[in-house]
């Protein structure tokens, strides 16, 4: 299984980014996939999350802002970033994991499980910065 992130980089505040999530090998076809950012001296913060049903999770800082997608023939998952913030700076992560009923949500505990059945990429850069 991989998880593979990109389209990180350098972004001036107010303007856009997408970052893509490449996964392959998954095993189960009901899942929960999601983006997660880590922050410089923040913690682990959960953004938004889809499940393959579509349906969608946010958290409050950046509903409004943030798109989740998914494309299903390309086994990709997006986050299209719009008015971003120097705040949105840090590492950027997607993961999967199986779908259980009600728990695909960004404070879910699925995410807390080190279990064989979640996968994590390696992450990709964002710096917000004028």
């Known amino acids: 299984v991989q998880l593979v992130e990109s389209g990180g980089g350098l972004v001036q505040p107010g303007r856009s980014l997408r970052l893509s999530c490449a996964a392959s090998?998954?095993?189960?076809?009901?899942?929960?996939m999601g983006w997660f950012r880590q922050g410089t001296g923040k913690e682990h913060e959960g953004l938004a999350t889809?499940?393959?049903?579509?349906?969608?999770n946010y958290a409050d800082s950046v509903k409004g802002r943030f798109t989740i997608s998914q494309d299903n023939a390309k086994n990709t998952m997006y986050l299209q970033m719009n008015s971003l913030k120097p705040e949105d700076s840090g590492w950027f992560y997607c993961?999967?994991?199986?779908?259980?009923?009600?728990?695909?949500?960004?404070?879910?505990?699925?995410?807390?499980?080190?279990?064989?059945?979640?996968?994590w990429g390696p992450g990709t850069q964002v710096t917000v910065s004028s």
């Open positions: 993961a999967s994991a199986p779908l259980r009923p009600g728990q695909c949500t960004v404070v879910s505990e699925i995410w807390d499980d080190d279990g064989d059945d979640n996968h």
């Open positions: 090998g998954l095993t189960y076809s009901s899942y929960c």
């Open positions: 889809i499940d393959s049903n579509g349906r969608v």
